[in-house]
C-alpha cells in the first residue's frame, strides 16, 4: 500500500524559492520511481518531475527545467523538490506521486498521489 504525505507549500512572492517534501510510509522509495505533479486552479493535473527508483537522470517537464530540482533519499523514505524562481504560473496544489517516464509519450506518467501541499506565487 502506498501512502504519501507532502508539505512545504505556502505563499511566496515572485522571484522566490519553497522547497517541498514527501514522506512515504507503508513502502520504500526505491521501489518505485517517484515524483511530482501540480494542478493550477481551474486547470487539469500536469506532470513536473519524476526521478527513477533507480536515481537515474531525472525528469522535469520544460516549464520548470532549469528551476526546480528533485532529489530523494531513500535511507530516510523521502523525496523533496527545491522550486526557485517561482512565477505566478507555479501556483498550483503540488502533490507527490509515483511515477515513470514514457518514451513513447515523451512525458512521466503518475499514480498513487498524496493530498496535496498548496503553493502560491503573488506579491
Known amino acids: 500500500q502506498v501512502q504519501l504525505v507532502e508539505s512545504g507549500g505556502g505563499l511566496v512572492q515572485p522571484g522566490g524559492s519553497l522547497r517541498l517534501s514527501c514522506a512515504a510510509s507503508r513502502f520504500t522509495l526505491d521501489t518505485y520511481g517517484i515524483g511530482w505533479l501540480r494542478q493550477p486552479p481551474g486547470k487539469g493535473r500536469e506532470g513536473v518531475s519524476c526521478?527513477?527508483?533507480?536515481?537515474?537522470?531525472?525528469y522535469y517537464a520544460d516549464s520548470v527545467k532549469g528551476r526546480f530540482t528533485i532529489t530523494r533519499n531513500n535511507s530516510k523514505n523521502t523525496v523533496a523538490l527545491q522550486m526557485n524562481s517561482l512565477t505566478p504560473e507555479d501556483t498550483a496544489v503540488y502533490y507527490c506521486?509515483?511515477?515513470?517516464?514514457?518514451?513513447?509519450?515523451?512525458?512521466?506518467?503518475?499514480?498513487?498521489w498524496g493530498q496535496g501541499t498548496q503553493v502560491t506565487v503573488s506579491s
Open positions: 526521478i527513477s527508483k533507480d536515481d537515474g537522470e531525472p
Open positions: 506521486a509515483t511515477c515513470e517516464y514514457s518514451e513513447i509519450f515523451g512525458r512521466a506518467l503518475y499514480a498513487n
